[in-house]
């Protein structure tokens, strides 16, 4: 699906340029989570202030710099893949 959806030129030509967030844009409207990320800005609460067992585990923010809507859908399915580590080292951990 994500090859898919990713490499299709359609999907891209309408998501590409549009819906752009700039990260002062998104940092000065307190714009959080995922579409902060998208935006550029590298900030993750599990990073900043972990929780449960996150302060153990090793793992990237992914993050975009676009800020459109193709670069969202890009850093969401990254962080799918993100999280699937997360699972997979917390369960080695367990």
Do not use: Q
């Amino acid at each position: 699906m994500e090859g898919f959806l990713l490499s299709n030129e359609v999907f891209f030509d309408r998501t590409s340029k549009i819906g752009i967030l700039p990260a002062d844009l998104a940092l000065s409207n307190d714009v959080t989570g995922p579409n902060l990320r998208a935006s550029g800005v590298e900030f993750d609460v599990r990073k900043a202030s972990p929780h449960e067992a996150y302060g153990e585990l090793d793992f990237n923010v992914v993050n975009a710099k676009e800020g459109d809507a193709y670069s969202k859908t890009l850093r969401r399915m990254r962080e799918i893949w993100e999280s699937l580590n997360i699972i997979e080292e917390a369960l080695e951990n367990a």
